[in-house]
């Protein structure tokens, strides 16, 4: 029997989102790549956030979120910001810019009706959903929304994983030399390297939080 190649679930087409959340005062946000149209009559939207980030929780707690899309012009620092920190540890909004002005040097954005954040930085379209329906997945729980509302921003083309992975995700730089033979586990979403000749069945990217199904294996 031919041993299953994981690779080949990089070729699946993904878009790249911030997809943020509001519970009491706390403002929050994550990068996801799994926003889909799943239904028209009536219009759904359903979305997969990874249970290890805080935005998971704030979601199901309490039934809300907004998704912006990602377009071409989005930097590498907006990935960054969203996408390796965690807002138990940091407030990602705290330098924020919600003036109504798109700040060089900042992200923006703006309060939505449902009370809750959209980004307005390298993004090109926002929707607000709210949770009808919520499915374990394990590792991610699947939302199911209604639009509640939804506007465009920009002209811009939407970003997607591959032009991510091809023109805005800085390539990795080497971190030394090791020993000849050494096996070298990398993670292929943003670049951390783990070293070690098995990398654990549930470990998990301390920098994107990406599962081991995301890592590669080097031989040094």
Known sequence: MAEMN??????LSYGLYVCTAKRG???????????IQVASE?????????????????????GVCNVSALSTDATFDIFKHFGF???????????????GKIAEGKIS???????????????????????????DLGSHTLFICEPTMMDVLADTSSC????YQNNIKPKPQAVGTT?????????VICGYEWVGEELPDDFICPICKHPKADFEKIVR
């Open 179 to 187: 020993p000849k033979g050494e096996t070298v586990w990398r993670c």
């Open 6 to 11: 994981t690779k080949a679930m990089f070729k």
């Open 85 to 99: 920190q965690s807002g138990r540890d940091v407030n990602k909004f705290e330098d924020a810019d919600n003036s």
């Open 42 to 62: 009536p219009n759904r939207i359903s979305i997969a956030v990874n249970k290890a980030n805080f935005t998971h929780d704030m979601i199901k707690e309490t």
């Open 109 to 135: 954005y703006k309060i939505a009706e449902n009370g809750v954040p959209y980004v307005e930085t390298g993004t090109n379209a926002y929707f607000s959903l709210k949770v009808e329906q919520m499915v």
């Open 25 to 35: 005062d706390k403002l929050n946000g994550c990068i996801i790549n799994t926003a």
């Open 160 to 163: 997607t994983y591959d032009y």
